[in-house]
């Protein structure tokens, strides 16, 4: 059931390429835009949006179609991804981490 991958509001999601940053991370989905997970992806991009804050035209949003986009937050992965000239991150989403430690979770 969806209701147990979100817990107080959060979405979590774990990064499966690129390996150096293989990490679950929390995520705030959108209040008034984008969809609800019925469906856990076990393989999907997340592309970063461009510009960060996704205010105007995205110039990349070529990669964008029926993908995760990431707006504004997560330096960790912009800069990781960067850094080795990725356009996107392989993630999994919604990931159920109610018996994970939260110790271990970014």
């Known amino acids: 059931a969806p209701h147990c991958f979100r817990i107080h509001d959060y979405l979590y999601f774990q990064v499966l390429s690129p390996g150096h940053i293989r990490y679950i ?28 804050e996704a205010c105007g035209e995205l110039s990349n949003s070529f990669f964008m179609q029926d993908q995760i986009v990431l707006v504004r937050s997560g330096y960790m ?6 850094q080795h000239a990725l356009p996107w991150a392989i993630i999994s989403i919604p990931v159920n981490v109610t018996s994970i430690p939260t110790f271990e979770l970014l």
């Open 77 to 82: 992965i912009r800069r990781s991804l960067e």
């Open 25 to 52: 991370f929390t995520a705030t989905p959108a209040k008034y835009f984008g969809g609800i997970f019925h469906t856990r992806y076990e393989q999907i991009h997340l592309v970063p949006a461009e510009p960060p």
